[in-house]
């Protein structure tokens, strides 16, 4: 019986103008053995229909082939089913891909999904939503939605973004913070969960943390002075920000945020802006649900 791939282009991530030609993938997947079809993203979300319209054409493996946003999009059609998730490296940051050791060069990336080494990961979940490699409230949040407005997606990008909300964000109010049995009143600046040990660019803020150990790996940074997070930023940098006495790691399988006010509800997951409803912010981790094709 022949397998059927499809593979999912968003052709705007990273440097754009992403593309995968019919005569690779048919040298690597030939007709005889496989059923492939290849299809490119017109708007951001339309993976979610291109994914949901593979599953019913009987796709075995789906390839996301972008970055962490297009990855996510495909990945959270997937959960809980036998379709596995194939990743092809298109994008900017690349973050979970990078964690999985799956390379930008094409065709090793398709060797690794004509492998068929498959594993089974962890995913996230904030209010109901899934998320992949990780998910914030505060600062971060505050970074992605203004590289949001940026046209070029890229490092530096996130440098100036980054620059800019540290001049600007101020989070003074406190939040009630719950997890595993233990409650804790912060004003933070920074709340950063993560199912994987690399948000992008090699940059770590949860290098201990891994898609299959069943935990979310936690970090609570609270509002530090303006020295501090200067120095905060470059200890983080040199992935030493463990050495901040006030930056603390957790490792949890749920937690609880419950804010009065609305300021706090500004998140981010997988690198995109996520409006959350309500004042309070439900984060579990949902062991071994999605399957992947890994080196
Ligand atoms: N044709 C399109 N036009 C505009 N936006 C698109 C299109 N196709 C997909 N998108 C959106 O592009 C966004 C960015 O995609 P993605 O995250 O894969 O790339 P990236 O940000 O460059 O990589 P990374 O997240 O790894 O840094 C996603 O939110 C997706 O919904």
Redesign the pocket.
């Known amino acids: 019986m022949r397998v059927t791939i499809h593979f999912i282009v968003?052709?705007?991530?990273?440097k754009g103008k992403n593309e995968l030609s019919p005569d690779l993938v048919s040298r690597y997947f030939p007709k005889s053995n496989y059923s492939t079809c290849i299809k490119k993203?017109?708007?951001?979300?339309?993976?979610i229909a291109l994914t949901k319209t593979s599953i019913e054409e009987g796709a075995k493996i789906i390839v996301a082939c972008?970055?962490?946003?297009?990855i996510s999009?495909v990945a959270s059609c997937l959960l809980n089913t036998s379709v596995v998730l194939g990743i092809l490296p298109m994008?900017?940051?690349?973050?979970l891909a990078s964690n999985l050791k799956i390379p930008k060069n094409k065709k090793k990336g398709l060797n690794i999904i004509k492998n068929q080494n498959i594993t089974s990961i962890d995913t996230g979940s904030i209010n109901g939503s899934p998320f992949f490699s990780n998910s914030g409230v505060g600062f971060d949040a505050h970074v992605i939605s203004d590289y949001e407005e940026n046209k070029a997606?890229q490092l530096f990008s996130y440098v100036q973004s980054s620059f800019r909300t540290l001049k600007n964000y101020h989070y003074n109010n406190v939040v009630e913070l719950t997890y595993d049995g233990t409650t804790e009143f912060i004003s933070p600046f920074l709340l950063f969960v993560s199912n994987s040990n690399e948000m992008?660019y090699k940059m770590s803020l949860t290098p201990r943390a891994s898609l299959q150990d069943g935990l979310l790996d936690l970090i609570i940074v609270p509002q530090l002075s303006y020295f501090k997070l200067l120095f905060f930023t470059i200890l983080f940098l040199f992935k030493k920000h463990h050495w901040l006495k006030e930056v603390k790691f957790r490792q949890v399988k749920s937690l609880l945020i419950k804010s009065d006010d609305n300021t706090i509800l500004k998140a981010q997951k997988?690198?995109?802006s996520f409006i959350l409803k309500g004042s309070r912010i439900e984060i579990s981790i949902r062991p071994e649900n999605l399957k992947v094709c890994i080196p």
């Open positions: 968003n052709p705007i991530s990273g993203t017109e708007y951001a979300g339309h993976a972008g970055g962490d946003g297009t999009e994008g900017s940051g690349n973050g997606r992008g997988d690198g995109e």
